[in-house]
């Protein structure tokens, strides 16, 4: 049988032929701004319902929203490809700020839908709702009807979205550019390199001491020389937001996010409070790490040093071949889609000047595909990236029979899916390990994802919590940003850290994401919340696929609590169930502690 050769780089032309210059994709929105201006005509005839009667034109009404929103999303998910591909696609940018200016015409009506149906009287609100043409959304239009009642009037919020296009995701975008303009100068081999922010990145788990060593002093001697233009991007970003839920009367920084993961104060306390009290044998695998490193004490450009030279390098094709394999033991679904998408061009991976760091995966709900973008290397790590975007295509893949209404899921259980395939492989190469040493690295690797999710995440939400109240009084300068990212860093590894990166705050791209705030804890949720999923999937086998695809199916429409007790019977308010997700991973850390104290 002839080796799969599978596209290293995505096609894109599948959707507009031509890149940003695309005739097709102006004459797409063209049509968009068309449709968005006879819906703005429809939306403003828009009165409170008084009958039952009136359900069918709500269903109308919801039908023209939807080809909007699709309409637009799959032409900015197409544009945000050309930018990530090619940071310097300076048309990219200029189509980028055009969508932001239709999202935000869209968004103001959103808020006036919202607001008008927050108007309807009670009852005539229930019988609406069992009608055949609203009952299918009785979750979301409660939702929106209960976010209205928490806003500020129709014209006030009109004007916030309006203004939020130049006032607040232009320094998210801001911040993006000035991150694609780094280059980092770095000598490999005797050779002088010049390397985008996301090749620098990918040196840190180089099995060459010096130069993790010297990749992470280049990358903080550039953030340092752009501290205070990213400062100013974080600061007025944060003092947007602020000023907006000053304005709504919101004390709380985390009642947003909270309320976008349809998730109570309770469960977050629950999860952070038992992953605080059970850091103890992640500290002790980080300094078992650093003293097989040579080091007294761990330093953060050595996290994600590989502690075995056996490790294998995979290529793109072995990468995917691997995953493919190990997806099919899951479910044939799962193995199935994920091939389609390897031979059919859905995947960035080709490391190259240029490209935006990180990796995602992004919707087309038009075209009903996926594309994920990444840069590969053939690091186990790497590999275990790529199954964590097929999660998340598959996720989507498994939302497509559900209405458009009812597809908008939260972060934390859109990191459910990823974490989940992530976990497939993760777990496959332990167990198809070759020898001693092969294993000690994949364990690690596995626990390497532990520790980023239980204190890597847990510092970006103790920085960003405690930045906002600081942002309240005033600006906070880059110096005080770097103190409380510090401050941070060693109270969530446990005082493990001898070096930290008190530049994390500007490396991050995550604080800079303007569409949800505080996209750090859903991280976590989804890791933790995937392991009860991953324990039901081998406890039932290959027949547990379809119940997993139901449970994707119903995550925009319930509460996460209510979810996790309708497919997993569990009450996620409580620390118990968080401890036994954490437990697993504690035995990973023990049978590397094992393994590695019987080597020495």
Same mark, same amino acid.
């Given at each position: ?139 979301? *239009? ?23 296009? =130049? ?34 990145? @990918?040196?840190?788990?180089? =099995? ?64 952070? &409070? ?12 980080? @300094? ?43 479910? !044939? ?17 080709? =490391? ?10 992004? &919707?087309? !709900? ?107 009084? %005033? ?26 990166? !008190? ?37 039932? %086998? ?8 139901? *449970? ?31 437990? *697993? ?9 094992? *393994? ?5």
């Amino acid at each position: 049988m002839l080796k799969q050769n599978y596209p290293i780089v995505w096609d894109l032309d599948r959707f507009f032929l031509g890149g940003s210059s695309s005739s097709a994709l102006q004459q797409h929105l063209d049509e968009v701004k068309v449709k968005l201006g006879n819906f703005e005509v429809n939306i403003k005839k828009l009165e409170v319902p008084t009958a039952v009667q009136e359900a069918k034109q709500i269903s109308q009404t919801i039908e023209e929203l939807r080809d909007v929103a699709v309409n637009l999303s799959e032409a900015s998910a197409v544009i945000g490809c050309y930018l990530a591909q090619d940071t310097t696609d300076k048309k990219a940018t200029l189509l980028q700020g055009e969508v932001g200016s239709l999202y935000a015409r869209l968004s103001s009506l959103m808020n006036t839908i919202q607001q008008v149906f927050s108007k309807t009287e009670g009852s005539v609100w229930e019988e609406l709702l069992k009608t055949d043409e609203l009952s299918q959304f009785e979750f979301v *239009l409660n939702e929106w009807r209960e976010n209205a009642s928490k806003m500020l009037s129709e014209k006030e919020e009109d004007l916030i979205t309006t203004l939020e296009v =130049d006032g607040y995701h232009a320094w998210g975008q801001l911040y993006d550019m000035l991150v694609g303009d780094i280059r980092i100068k770095i000598t490999i081999d005797g050779e002088e390199k010049s390397l985008s922010v996301g090749q620098a990145n @990918n040196l840190s788990s180089s =099995d060459k001491a010096e130069i993790r060593k010297e990749s992470f002093e280049a990358l903080e001697l550039a953030w340092t020389e752009k501290e205070d233009f990213i400062a100013k991007a974080l600061n007025h970003l944060a003092g947007f937001r602020l000023a907006t839920y000053k304005k709504r009367g919101w004390d709380n920084v985390l009642e947003e996010p909270l309320s976008i993961n349809r998730m109570k104060q309770d469960t977050l306390d629950a999860m952070w &409070g038992a992953i605080s009290k059970n850091k103890a044998p992640f500290v002790e695998y980080l @300094n078992r790490k650093s003293a097989m490193l040579g080091e007294k004490a761990m330093h953060w450009y050595d996290l994600d040093a590989p502690v075995s030279a056996s490790t294998e390098k995979m290529d793109f094709q072995q990468g995917a071949e691997f995953i493919l394999k190990h997806f099919k033991e899951f479910g !044939p679904k799962l193995e199935e889609f994920s091939r389609h998408a390897f031979e059919n061009g859905w995947i960035e991976a080709e =490391d190259r000047p240029n490209k935006r760091p990180g990796g995602f995966c992004t &919707g087309m !709900p038009v075209s009903q595909e996926s594309r994920i973008f990444m840069t590969y290397s053939g690091t186990m790590s790497n590999v275990s990236t790529l199954a964590h975007e097929l999660g998340h295509a598959f996720h989507s893949y498994a939302l497509r029979p559900v209405h458009w209404m009812n597809t908008r899921y939260a972060m934390g259980v859109a990191e459910t899916a990823s974490t989940f395939a992530e976990m497939i492989v993760a777990d496959a190469a332990v167990r198809e390990s070759k020898s001693t040493d092969e294993k000690i690295a994949l364990l690690e690797d596995k626990i390497q994802r532990s520790v980023a999710f239980f204190m890597n995440i847990h510092a970006r939400f103790l920085f960003e919590t405690r930045f906002y109240e600081e942002r309240k009084e %005033g600006i906070v300068s880059a110096t005080r940003l770097n103190e409380l990212m510090e401050e941070a860093q060693r109270e969530a590894y446990g005082d493990a850290l001898d070096t930290v990166h !008190p530049h994390f705050w500007a490396s991050k791209l995550h604080f800079y994401i303007t569409d949800v705030p505080f996209y750090n804890f859903p991280y976590t949720f989804g890791y933790l919340f995937s392991l009860s999923i991953y324990a039901k999937a081998k406890e039932e %086998g290959t027949g547990f696929e379809e119940k997993y695809i139901a *449970l994707l199916q119903d995550t925009a429409v319930m509460s996460v609590e209510d979810l996790a007790m309708k497919h997993l019977q569990e009450d996620i308010t409580e620390e118990a169930f968080w401890k036994k997700g954490i437990d *697993l991973c504690i035995q990973d850390v023990q049978e590397f502690l094992q *393994l590695t104290n019987a080597k020495g």
